[in-house]
């Protein structure tokens, strides 16, 4: 028998070296990426060129990223006459693709308010926050329609509409009333330094659940959970025992 300790390493060894491989082909994709967003399109002969890799170890990239829809081939288009045998495909990123490189659609918000802050004042930064979260109260609202009118089961309901919409909520009862937690904010960035736009979901939050509600914290001022507090609904008490089909009577002694 072998021994244990020498199949153990090369188990390791080969353990890393296809640790090492995933690794590399990771580089050389994300390299292809790279290449595909700089020159709009390109085949896997022109994309071989520029890495000094084989057209096949190309498309060995090429189809796994097809497999994973981040590019997509198409007919390459040909001036003057056609030649012999296929024409090459061209391939080009999708929108997903695009999706994993750097954006600076926060940077563009911001400079955004702050134009609006300038020339229209404060108030204008609220009417503009007010007017973007109009298009998701009523999408939630519409998710709403079967809730009822309990501020918990609304406020569990409307956790599932925001999650849908991008926020990972959850809605739970606590000692004094309840809470809504988001954990994902999609304008963390841009409301840490214009906080109506929390205001303005606040609102929102109020109006859908159907009572006054309290933000306790955002991830946009650092906190890691975006929480608002939905006060218990006082019961109405109930009225002293009859005597002798009478209401009992308190009798002062301060007098």
């Not at 693709?97 to 954006?103: L, N, Q, T």
């Not at 926020?167 to 954990?183: E, F, K, M, R, V």
């Not at 914290?217 to 650092?222: E, N, Q, S, V």
């Amino acid at each position: 028998m072998r021994n244990v300790a020498v199949v153990k390493n090369e188990v390791l060894i080969r353990t890393g070296a296809v640790a090492s491989a995933s690794a590399t082909d990771g580089r050389t994709r994300d390299r292809v990426a790279q290449l595909l967003l700089e020159r709009g399109s390109a085949t896997a002969a022109e994309l071989g060129v520029c890495l000094g890799l084989s057209p096949a170890a190309i498309r060995k990239h090429l189809d796994a990223m097809l497999a994973e829809s981040l590019v997509e081939a198409r007919e390459s288009r040909r001036k003057g006459p056609r030649g012999r045998g296929r024409p090459a495909k061209t391939f080009v990123l999708t929108a997903a693709a695009r999706e994993s490189f750097p954006h600076f659609y926060d940077g563009i918000a911001t400079a955004a308010l702050r134009w609006i802050a300038q020339h229209h004042g404060p108030e204008g930064v609220t009417a503009f926050a007010s007017a973007q979260v109009v298009a998701l109260e009523e999408r939630c609202r519409a998710a709403l329609e079967e809730a009822g009118d309990d501020p918990m089961a609304r406020a569990e309901a409307l956790a599932e509409a925001l999650t849908a919409e991008g926020y990972a909520a959850n809605a739970s009862t606590i000692a004094s009333g309840g809470q809504l937690c988001q954990h994902h904010c999609p304008v963390a960035h841009v409301a840490a330094e214009f906080p109506q736009l929390c205001d303005a979901e606040t609102e929102v939050i109020s109006r859908l659940i159907g009572t006054h509600v309290q933000r306790l914290a955002t991830i946009a001022h650092g906190d890691g959970v975006c929480t608002t507090h939905i006060p218990a609904i006082p019961r109405p008490t109930t009225p002293p025992p009859l005597k002798n089909g009478l209401k009992t009577a308190t009798l002062r002694t301060d007098t």
